[in-house]
């Protein structure tokens, strides 16, 4: 019988072989490359203005330092404060603050959905979405659909309802589960048309939609506000998540939510419960970021950004950073095109092929959006990423099991602070590596040709 070290060894061991053993990278190997893989999408955290403002208020704070316990022992004002901002902010009757989105989504989905409920979720949608409902009391009512298919939800839905006469009723419910912009593909959900059919299929209004706006919080929307307030969805979905750790520079979460919900989960959620809440200095660091938002300026940037001085407003930011995306593409399609790369050594993935015309899954509004998170399909991530490291690029390897079988990705973030040069500098690089795996192939081919004669 293996002893418990022998176990865990052999299980590192596996994962080293099939080449999927994650590891830390040393701090120091990511110094002077350029930032492709971040989620800090609008260079908040090198803006000197944030930080002053920060430090500022750290100033006059009167509690900087941890928050003594959890938030239903000690009951912080800034937090007590911070939630009601939110909640203004977000157009959302309440507000209620998590340590992190992972821990938001496990409390929420643990908790909320009950006993004979089913939950719907996109196959791509977050790991602590997973979490959160593996550990509720839903126990045979849990279901992926096709991601972003609007005809796969359709189906899944209509088949549940003529299975389950509870959900006709009204007597039980169903959660939809869905991520407004896909951390691995930079896909958008069509979410008016969900919101649609979820209102249709579920007159009684036992259907409800629970949306993850992780990263599209600062980037989409009026002020940031994300996806579901750009399509003026706020009243008809039940829950919006917005994460602080990636555009907004901090670190921490909230859940947008009724007053019912907030209260049930402050009861139940037990990641909320059973936890220090934020420290004081962590929520005066949010706020700030929320006074960008709101009607700040974010000041120089970066010291590389292009126009240093500009004051650039977050809505600038958030643009510029859409519009850097839109150059990415053009100038990778475009090359990728006049070297007839082949698709197995390098592409884009369907939903970027071409500028899209008419999307039958998405809104026309929505199809021509672009977005931060570009996922580079190819069967060598790592190669790829290990020779964009030494042209002092820093894109990460996407692999399974974090990503489909056979779906294997860069996954490329870009952020305001780049510039237009650095990312054609990284599309070039990237065809530029594909042409020597061409190359390399054809004389592989030749050489076992000849040997064969
Ligand atoms: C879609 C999505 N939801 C939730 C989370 C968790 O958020 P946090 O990093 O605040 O724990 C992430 C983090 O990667 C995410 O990508």
């Known amino acids: 019988m293996p002893t418990l070290e022998e176990k865990l060894a052999s299980a590192l061991n596996a994962r080293e072989k099939r080449q999927i053993r994650r590891r830390l990278s040393d701090p120091k ?26 430090l500022n208020k750290l ?23 911070l939630e009601a901002r939110l909640a203004k902010f977000f157009n959302a009757p309440t507000a209620l603050l998590f340590n992190s ?31 959160g409902f593996r550990s509720s009391r839903v126990k045979n009512g849990i279901f992926a659909f096709e991601h972003n298919s609007l005809n796969a939800l359709g189906e899944l839905l209509l088949l549940l309802l003529k299975e389950h006469p509870s959900l006709c009723s009204g007597e039980q ?19 008016t048309q969900m919101v649609e059919m979820i209102e249709t299929l579920f007159p009684k209004g036992n259907g409800y939609v629970v949306v993850d706006e992780a ?15 750009l399509l003026g969805l706020e009243r008809r979905v039940l829950a919006r998540l917005h994460t602080f750790g990636k555009a907004l520079a901090g670190s921490g979460a909230v859940v947008l939510t009724n007053t019912l919900m907030r209260d049930y989960m402050l009861n139940y959620a037990r990641s909320l419960i059973y936890t220090t ?79 899209p015309p008419d999307s039958p899954t998405l809104s026309p509004s929505l199809s021509h959006l672009p977005t931060p998170i570009i996922p580079i399909l190819t069967s060598q991530p790592r190669p790829l990423s290990a020779y964009l490291r030494v042209k002092g690029m820093n894109a990460r390897p996407i692999t399974w099991p974090t990503v489909p079988k056979g779906k294997d990705r860069v996954r490329v973030c870009l952020h305001a602070g780049n510039t237009s040069e650095e990312v054609e ?10 042409r020597e795996q061409v190359r390399g192939n054809e004389k592989s081919e030749s050489t076992t040709v000849q040997s064969k004669l």
């Open 29 to 54: 190997s990511d110094e002077d490359l350029v930032d492709f893989h971040t989620n800090d999408y609008l260079s908040l955290s090198t803006s000197p203005d944030l930080r002053a403002r920060f």
């Open 59 to 81: 100033h006059s704070a009167p509690s900087v330092l941890g928050s003594g316990g959890s938030r239903l022992l000690v009951n912080g004002e800034a937090h007590h404060a």
């Open 101 to 131: 989105g992972f821990d938001a989504n496990v409390g929420f989905f643990s908790c909320i959905p009950q006993p004979g409920d089913a939950v719907v979720y996109d196959e791509y949608i977050h790991a602590s979405v997973h979490d």
């Open 173 to 191: 419910s169903l959660f939809l589960a869905v991520e407004s912009l896909y951390s691995m593909d930079g896909t958008l959900a069509p979410l």
């Open 215 to 229: 990263h599209a919080t600062g980037v989409y929307g009026p002020q940031g506000k994300g996806l579901v307030a």
């Open 277 to 355: 809440s934020l420290g004081y200095a962590n929520v005066i660091s949010v706020d700030c970021s929320f006074d960008l938002l709101e009607d700040g300026t974010a000041k120089k940037v970066c010291q590389f950004f292009c126009c240093t001085n500009s004051m650039l407003t977050s809505r600038q930011l958030a643009t510029r950073l859409l519009d850097l995306s839109t150059h990415f593409l053009d100038t990778l399609r475009t090359q990728l095109a006049i070297y007839s790369i082949p698709t197995h050594i390098l592409s884009l993935p369907p939903h970027i092929t071409t500028p």
């Open 425 to 434: 500098g990284l599309a070039l690089a990237m065809v530029q590596w594909a």
